[in-house]
């Protein structure tokens, strides 16, 4: 459990202008939303690797951050945010993107495994487990012979722009389910 009680919320995505609107950057996107919507900004941690704000969602102390590594350099900041802020993983909830699931659906998990993401395995490589909450957001897969790698770099579609809208904003509410009611009730309502 917890020292602080609080909970870390984590967007994974790469950064700078490049890909900032890319399917890759999609939990850093609702990161931004989630802030955006609490008044909230988000400003350079001291120790850590990341843009960050304090907040209340639903009363709830919460942590939102961004690294700003790379994905696949993920758990150095992380694991500094978790260090700092004295949050176990059992309250470390990352958000990241889904090849597997279709374009604006959302899935709901604890632990698991990787499935080839590398902010992911970089996060449990940091953490030294892979017990902390997990919102997968999806993306949808890659037309035809496309490469995942050069397709999740990618920036949606014009046409996907209300998919998109619609799981950003299902992801804020996906999130305070699971802050408010728990996992079970989260999976009932999203992983359905």
């Keep these: 459990m917890s020292a602080s009680g609080a909970w870390l919320v984590v967007g994974l995505g790469n950064p700078g202008p490049t890909y900032a609107a890319t399917r890759h950057n999609i939990g850093a996107t609702v990161i931004d939303s989630i802030a955006a919507q609490n008044s909230d900004k988000l400003s350079h941690h001291k120790r850590a690797l990341a843009d960050v704000c304090e907040t209340r969602i639903a009363g ?4 939102l951050a961004k690294p700003l590594s790379y994905m696949n350099e993920s758990g150095g900041p992380v694991k500094a945010l978790a260090s700092f802020y004295k949050i176990a993983p059992d309250h470390i909830i990352v958000l990241h993107d ?4 279709p374009l604006a659906s959302i899935r709901v998990k604890l632990g698991g495994g990787d499935n080839g993401h590398n902010g992911l395995k970089s996060i449990r ?6 017990d902390w909450y ?3 957001l999806g993306i949808g897969r890659p037309p035809g012979q ?14 996907e722009a209300s998919e998109v809208s619609l799981l950003v904003s299902q992801s804020s509410e996906a999130l305070t389910c699971l802050l408010t009611q728990g996992l079970d009730v989260a999976q009932n309502i999203y992983n359905s």
């Design 146 to 159: 496309q490469d995942a790698a050069d397709f999740v770099l990618r920036s949606f579609g014009s046409s």
């Design 60 to 63: 709830i102390q919460t942590i």
């Design 98 to 101: 889904e090849l597997d699931i």
């Design 134 to 136: 997990r919102i997968r």
């Design 125 to 130: 490589s940091s953490l030294e487990t892979g």
